[in-house]
């Protein structure tokens, strides 16, 4: 039998949370007839020299981004612990809340790639299934670290029925067309003042707009309030 409803992840610095995040999750959640996906923005991020705004900014601007998508939410537990947002504390916790639920952990296939380079990374096939994302024809077992080839090898699975029978440990790939938009790119564009704005459009939903030039964020040090 199907176990309940599971509760799926999606990680990041959202800094700031664009289409590419939203639509990234909301593909997935449709794909995958997923009832919700929770959106996780990390505190302190392992891979990261920081971030450029504030956990409260990027928090905010998340709740102002997913009034446009209903099916994803917001879940702050890592801005309220201590310490590194490392990704299994996390998902202990969630195990913890929902001891019946399978757990689901969306990853983009970049991040995971880079898996054995996270904080006790084998421990999160004992606590959900990792739903690697990925392009349509991407073969993205030619290019895995070995440690992780080997998980990959025995640990994939092609029917999605699979992920609702089990708590954790399962590998699947999901393939959806990608959105191509950089985090990186709208931080410089924003960087350049009220001039960039047009180029900006499409890219983060109007509400988080708003809410950067009302707070002057992504500003130069010498711009900023």
Partial sequence: MPLPEPVAILGGTFDPVHYGHLRFADDVRRALHLAEVRLVPAADPPHRRGTAVTANHRAAMLELAVAEFPGLVVDDRELRRPGKSYTVPTLEELRREFPGRPLWLLLGADAFRELPTWHRWEELFDLAHVIVVERPGMNLAANLPAALLTHWRSRLVSDPAVLRLQHAGAI???????????????????????????????????????YIARNQLYRPPTDAP
């Fill in 172 to 210: 699947f790939t999901q393939a959806i067309v990608p959105h191509a938009v950089s985090a990186t790119a709208i931080r410089k564009a924003l960087a350049r003042g009220p001039s960039s704005a047009q180029e900006l459009e499409g890219l983060l939903p109007p509400a988080v707009l708003a």
